[in-house]
C-alpha cells in the first residue's frame, strides 16, 4: 500500500528544502536527515548527523526482507509506522533483571530483547543512553542501529561509544536525539521500504 502524504508534510517539506539544499546527500543519507529535520524543526542535524550510506542500504534490506525491530522505549515505538517492534522495557522480567545485576531498567531490556531476537535486528535507541551501552557490549550482530539517545548524562559519549565500535548505525554529535528523532530516523527507511 503506498502512503499518502498529507499536505501538511508536504508543506514541511517545501519549507525545509527552501532553508537547506540536501540534494548532494546520498540517497538515503538525504532521506534520513530531511525525515529528521522534518520531525524536529532543527536544521542542526544537517551537519550533526551522522550517517554511513551502507549500513543506512543494509538496514533497508533487512528492514525489507523482515528484520525484528527493537525500541528502547515505547515513546519510540509509538513513533514507528506501521511495524510491529519488541520493547520489553514494561514487562516485570526487566526491572527483575535490573534488580539483579544493577543494570538499569532500559539496559536489562536490550538483554531480554536480544535473547528474543538475535542477530540481525534493527535497533533504535531514543531515549536511554544505557541502552545503547548494554547494545554496544553484546555480541548482537545488528542490521542497523539508530542510536539517537537525548540528554546531559551518558548521551554524547553512548553515541562516541557507538561510532567507535564499528556497528553499522545512525547517530548524531553531541546531547540532541530523543525518541521522535530515532522514530523519524527509522520512518525515513520504512517509507523506502515500500518501494521496491
Known amino acids: 500500500m503506498t502512503r499518502v502524504v498529507h499536505p501538511i508534510e508536504q508543506e514541511s517539506y517545501r519549507i525545509l528544502r527552501s532553508r537547506v539544499d540536501l540534494t548532494h546527500l546520498p540517497p538515503l543519507t538525504r532521506a534520513v536527515t530531511e525525515r529528521v529535520v522534518h520531525a524536529s524543526a532543527d536544521l542542526d542535524y544537517v551537519t550533526g548527523l551522522v550517517c554511513d550510506e551502507a549500513a543506512l542500504a543494509a538496514g533497508l534490506a533487512a528492514l525489507r526482507a523482515g528484520a525484528p525491530v527493537v525500541t528502547d522505549v515505547w515513546m519510540v515505538a509509538a513513533g514507528v509506522t506501521g511495524r510491529d517492534v519488541v520493547c520489553p522495557l514494561a514487562e516485570p522480567a526487566a526491572a527483575a533483571l535490573a534488580r539483579q ?15 528474543r531476537v538475535g542477530p540481525g535486528a534493527v535497533w533504535v535507541v531514543g531515549c536511554a543512553p544505557t541502552a545503547l551501552v548494554e547494545l554496544i557490549a553484546l555480541d548482537a550482530a545488528p542490521a542497523l542501529v539508530v542510536g539517537l539517545p537525548v540528554g546531559f548524562v551518558g548521551a554524547a559519549e553512548s553515541k562516541e561509544a557507538l561510532r567507535a565500535s564499528g556497528l553499522p548505525a ?10 521522535a528523532v530515532a ?11 515500500e518501494k521496491p
Open 170 to 179: 545512525v547517530s548524531n554529535v553531541g546531547e540532541k536525539g530523543g525518541s
Open 101 to 115: 545485576t544493577g543494570r538499569t531498567r532500559s539496559a536489562a531490556a536490550v538483554r531480554i530483547a536480544y535473547d
Open 183 to 193: 522514530a523519524a530516523a527509522l520512518n525515513a527507511l520504512l517509507y523506502l521500504e
